[in-house]
């Protein structure tokens, strides 16, 4: 255990001095420092992959059947991007010189070879740049047509320097259409088993796959190789070879389906090594005896052809199916969270006309029934009637009222925008609900700040938020009986030109694990609840850029506070939430 903590401050410690000096160490040194570790990496690809092309060639004195070096650089520049020109380019050069030159061409023809396929590169990329921008993606059929398209036109303008360069700077006896030829039907098969292979490498380290992609991937690509296996081994008969295609596009439609577009070129690059090796050593089906030593480089070119090609747009198409697939399901999630929001704001807004308008409807018929009361009295009292006619329609009014502002606050409608005094407003709040808060024997403290500035904001709403945060705690306190049922509401400053009002109860308080649920619509804890109140306040607290908050108190019950900011005007519309 202290071996291992040592050992670690050691690594540590050489990090840290690592980090220092990476520090003092200028960001341009760090990007040439990239890139001429790029450049290597490059060279050193393409020159193996070139040596490879020479052991493996049929015939001594031609050029390459296969030249998979093509799609080490396309692959590289396409799956790097543009940034990655310069030390692609370099690294093909560097390498391709001594590549062919080690090849049986000399300095001079390989020095032409080299800017060939230098330009050949850099022309596929710059195609495939101009027409689908820098990030090209294995996942779209286009693109992929693309990429083969580009890898045609750049292979088949290059060719024309490379025949320049064998006919005149080598003196090939071979006709120049014929070298032409030959470059074009080595490069674009090597370019299309190849590069989509490591621009696919390249997406998968920027944007791993799953791990369980990546087992199911590895396990077909292990029978795959375990397939290839077979074409050494297999006897030569014509029925063999239907059998190892039956085979294989099987494995290529389920790595094309179930995987990223990588393994199904890692596939294709399989399957042309193995082409490539069995044709130059006359291994199983493309021997001699199947095929004279002259038809033996074409089958093989077209078989990587055909079989790269198909397995790239085979996973092109499945992965834009997936692709559409997914959006599909987005959008129908979409659709049915919009069903579900509209659904619940029905709910809500028939809720909180019924939460709201309970209490004034019920002052109505109490104020009616006083009235009735008084004037079947002998004599009738007339002054008593009129005062409870005038409470009536107090709450007649305040309860249209309440109607009108809770349509604003559902139906995106501007509010009231007016100057608001919280001092009058509670007070007036107090005396409304006077009645209930003495039959549920509260006693209130009110301690107002007499130098509050006022609010701009909707005077209904915000009474309609106090009178819910009384009428809550006042709720709270109603099963306690050992303790006076202390309520107290505060108004004062906040800093930062807020104001704040308190309402704090020694009620029976609330579970500190609810206190987020406190403020979702529908959660009470009440019989008759509805759970929209709190909602309701805090969405129009926030409406006047406010913020509404509960705590629990120290000793026993709950303290809910909200804060909004004073006297500033133009405000956002409630309905905008
Ligand atoms: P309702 O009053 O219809 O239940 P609210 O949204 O106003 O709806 O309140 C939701 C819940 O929050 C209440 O049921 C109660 O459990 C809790 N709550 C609200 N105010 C208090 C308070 N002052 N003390 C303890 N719990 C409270």
């Not at 001594?60 to 520049?77: H, K």
């Not at 023809?109 to 495939?128: H, K, W």
């Not at 959006?327 to 919009?338: C, F």
């Not at 209904?460 to 009428?471: A, E, F, T």
Request: charged share 15%.
């Amino acid at each position: 255990m202290e071996m291992r903590s040592r050992a670690w401050g050691l690594v540590s410690g050489a990090r840290r001095r690592v980090d220092a000096w990476a520090r003092w160490v200028p960001g341009s040194f760090w990007r040439w420092a990239g890139s001429g570790v790029l450049a290597i990496a490059v060279a050193v690809a393409y020159f193996l992959a070139a040596r490879l092309s020479f052991y493996l060639k049929t015939k001594p004195d031609e050029i390459a059947a296969f030249w998979p070096a093509a799609g080490v650089a396309a692959g590289a520049l396409v799956g790097l991007g543009p940034r990655a020109r310069l030390p692609v380019a370099v690294g093909v050069l560097a390498a391709s010189v001594p590549a062919n030159v080690s090849g049986r061409w000399s300095l001079s023809t390989s020095l032409v070879f080299a800017v060939c396929n230098v330009v050949q590169v850099l022309v596929i990329a710059g195609l495939i740049e101009r027409y689908f921008g820098s990030a090209f993606r294995l996942d779209s059929l286009r693109q992929v047509l693309g990429l083969v398209v580009a890898a045609m036109a750049g292979t088949a303008a290059a060719a024309i320097g490379g025949t320049v360069g064998a006919v005149l700077v080598e003196g090939s006896t071979a006709s120049a259409m014929t070298i032409w030829n030959h470059w074009l039907a080595s490069n674009v098969p090597g370019i299309v088993a190849v590069a989509p292979l490591l621009i696919g490498l390249v997406s998968a380290v920027r944007h791993p796959p799953p791990r369980s992609e990546i087992a199911e991937g590895v396990v077909a690509l292990v029978a795959l190789i375990a397939l290839s296996g077979l074409i050494v081994f297999l006897p030569r008969e014509p029925l063999a070879v239907v059998a190892l295609v039956a085979l294989l596009f099987p494995l290529l439609l389920w790595l094309g389906a179930r995987c990223r577009p990588v393994f199904a070129a890692a596939a294709a690059f399989i399957v042309a090594v193995t082409i490539v090796w069995t044709t130059t050593f006359s291994i199983g089906m493309f021997d001699e005896r199947n095929f004279p030593i002259a038809e033996r480089a074409p089958v093989a070119q077209a078989s990587i052809l055909a079989v790269s090609l198909c397995a790239i747009v085979l996973a092109s198409l499945f992965s834009e199916r997936r692709e559409s697939e997914a959006r599909l399901a987005r959008s129908n999630m979409m659709l049915q969270q919009e069903q579900n929001n509209r659904l619940m704001n029905i709910d809500a807004i028939t809720g909180a006309i019924a939460h709201e308008i309970r209490q004034p409807l019920a002052g109505v018929v109490m104020n009616a029934s006083t009235c009735l009361r008084m004037l079947a009295n002998e004599p009738p009292n007339v002054e008593g009637a009129r005062d409870t006619v005038r409470r009536a329609l107090r709450d007649g009014n305040r309860a249209s009222d309440v109607v009108a502002r809770l349509r604003a606050l559902f139906g995106k409608k501007p509010i009231a925008n007016e100057s608001v005094d919280l001092n009058g407003l509670a007070s007036e709040v107090i005396a409304l609900s006077s009645d209930e808060l003495q039959g549920n024997r509260v006693l209130l403290t009110a301690e107002f700040d007499n130098s509050l500035p006022t609010v701009v904001g909707d005077r209904v709403q915000l009474q309609q938020v106090i009178l819910n945060l009384l009428r809550n705690a006042s709720d709270a306190m109603s099963t306690v009986q050992d303790r006076p049922r202390r309520l107290l509401i505060r108004t004062e400053r906040e800093e930062g030109e807020r104001v704040r009002l308190t309402v704090q109860d020694v009620g029976v308080g609330f579970n500190p694990g609810a206190i987020d649920k406190l403020f979702q619509p529908f959660y009470t804890t009440k019989n008759d609840g509805m759970g929209l109140g709190l909602s309701i306040s805090r969405s129009i607290v926030e409406s006047h850029q406010g913020r509404l908050w509960a705590t629990q108190n120290d000793g026993p019950g709950a303290t809910f506070c909200f804060s909004v900011p004073c006297g500033q005007r133009g405000r956002a519309d409630v309905g905008a939430n």
